[in-house]
């Protein structure tokens, strides 16, 4: 089963909005990442929130984490076109944990 | 450009063959990640090297099986195939063995089974 789940699914805005996405866990974190796929690609990383941060920024996304929640947050400020893009949230799901741990992802579409 | 390398970018092939997909981490990377991406089922983790020993194995079928060679590349062999194994193949590689650090996508394998 999966660790993280992400919410919405399916998320379509105009560009220039902020987009929001949520990402739930199950298991105790070292760190939660969180990545990109444009259609049919690999994935790229984004940015690497550990267990002990709870906010991170990387140019226009903000990244919480809440590990009382077990969940975080990708926010991406200010959204263009080239945004449109499949977002994942992984996790390591632990202690001594050697996999990464894949959402279901966000499809998020930024309409011109 | 992630650095990572696989081969080939496509494959087409029909049930009950045998197909060998090929992994090259990025220069220095000791761990390598092999995951599969379906429609249906998302991304799946199948297996993980590290310095030519496998360290954590996933939702692996028995028909599957990788290894990591000495030069830290690493081939993953997926045989008796079924129309179900139509996926994209995904490689990752990062610089320690667990993952307190990014990993690095290759393009992916796109399998089709006929």
């Known amino acids: 089963s999966q660790q993280g789940e992400e919410d919405p699914q399916a998320l379509s805005i105009q560009e220039g909005e902020n987009a929001t996405m949520n990402c739930s866990y199950k298991?105790?974190?070292?760190?939660l990442q969180w990545y990109r796929q444009n259609s049919g690609r690999g994935l790229v990383h984004l940015i690497l929130?550990?267990?002990?941060?709870r906010e991170k920024h990387s140019g226009r996304l903000r990244v919480t984490l809440d590990t009382s929640k077990k969940s975080s947050s990708l926010l991406i400020t200010a959204s263009r076109a080239a945004d449109t893009a499949s977002y994942f949230c992984?996790?390591?799901?632990?202690?001594?944990?050697?996999?990464?741990?894949f959402g279901q992802g966000t499809r998020l579409t930024i309409n011109p | 450009d992630s650095g990572v390398t696989q081969t080939p970018k496509h494959l087409i092939t029909a049930t009950g063959q045998r197909v060998t997909l090929r992994c090259s981490p990025r220069?220095?990377?000791?761990?390598v990640y092999w995951y599969q991406q379906s429609l249906d089922q998302g991304l799946q983790f199948l297996i993980q090297?590290?310095?030519?020993?496998?360290?954590a194995k996933g939702n692996i079928l028995e028909r599957f099986s990788a290894q990591q060679f000495p030069d830290l590349h690493s081939e993953l062999n997926l045989s008796s195939l079924e129309l179900g194994d139509s996926a994209l193949y995904f490689c990752?590689?990062?610089?320690?063995?667990?993952?307190?650090?990014?990993?690095?996508f290759g393009q992916g394998t796109r399998l089709t089974v006929v």
């Open positions: 090297y590290y310095n030519g020993e496998e360290r």
């Open positions: 298991t105790s974190i070292n760190n």
């Open positions: 990752a590689s990062s610089a320690r063995q667990g993952l307190a650090t990014e990993a690095f």
């Open positions: 220069s220095g990377d000791l761990s």
């Open positions: 992984a996790t390591d799901a632990g202690q001594g944990a050697q996999k990464l741990v």
């Open positions: 929130i550990r267990s002990n941060e």
